[in-house]
Every structure is written in C-alpha cells, then in structure tokens.
C-alpha cells in the first residue's frame, strides 16, 4: 500500500523544486542525468535550495585537506551558489513539519537522516516537489518526489 502511495505522489509533481544536497552535489561533478534534467526545464520552474544542503556540502569542503581538489569543490560550489539563489531558511512552521514527520516515521519504525528531516518539512511546508537520489524521502507522508539520477 505504502509503495503504491509513493508512486501516486510522484506522478503529482508539485511546479517548484527543492534540490538536496545528492542533486546538489550531482551538479556540481556535471552529473549528466542531472545536467540534461535541468537543461530541460521550462524556465518559469523555480529550483529551490535549503541552508541545510549549505550546511552539509560547506561541511563536506571543510572536511576535505588543503589542496587541487578542495579548490575544485569549492569553485563547482561557488558556481551553485551564483545559479541558485533562492534560499529556504528554518522557520517555524518547517520546525512543526519536522517534528511531526519525526513522530509519525518513528511510529512506523522508520528512521530518516535528521538533516534530510528538515529538508522534507521544507519542502513540504512550501509545497515543493523534493528532488533527490535518496528514496528515503518516499517514507515521507505527503511528500512529493522526483530522482534525477534516472531517466524520467
């Protein structure tokens, strides 16, 4: 039941996106699936970011040692940065979200990475599909996703 759910709530694909940090991240190595993706998209479409994703790929830079590598990562980032500029915050509202999507997946015995916890109750607090390689996400009741790592 739960699977054909996930499948129903894909297909109803919200006109706003939330990116997380796997698209994120997708974009910058020049995923191609995710590159021919966003190539794709009417540019009305709106591709949002949380300061959860910042905080998770700045935390992933920091991690990385002095050097060529870490100045590329840091360059396709700053790249990111100047393409998308709308940033969603923790407010209020996505703070309940979260808690209750917390509660209800800990009642089913599921549990979720708590950084990918804040990034769905934005989404959801927003009404924006959540575009993600995670399909973790499809636990999430009410969420609407897409993976970008496959074909459509």
């Known amino acids: 039941m739960r699977d054909a759910s996930a499948r129903a709530r894909q297909e109803t694909r919200l006109p706003d ?15 191609p699936m995710v590159s021919e993706r966003l190539a794709r998209l009417p540019a009305v479409e709106r591709l ?8 998770e790929i700045r935390y992933g830079i920091h991690r990385l040692p002095a050097g060529q590598r ?26 309940a979200a979260q808690a209750r999507i917390k509660s209800a997946l800990e ?8 950084n990918d916890l804040w990034i769905a109750a934005t989404a959801l607090v927003h009404n924006l599909t959540m575009v993600s390689k995670d399909r973790h996400f499809l636990a999430v ?12």
């Open 17 to 31: 996106r939330l990116l997380d940090t796997t698209i994120v991240s997708a974009i910058m190595r020049g995923d």
């Open 48 to 55: 949002l970011l949380s300061v959860i994703t910042d905080a």
């Open 70 to 95: 870490r100045r590329h990562v840091e360059q396709a980032y700053r790249a990111v940065l100047r393409r998308f500029a709308d940033w969603l915050e923790i407010t209020l509202p996505v703070s």
């Open 107 to 114: 009642t089913d015995g599921i549990v979720l990475p708590e």
């Open 141 to 152: 009741p009410g969420l609407i996703t897409e993976d970008w790592s496959s074909p459509p």
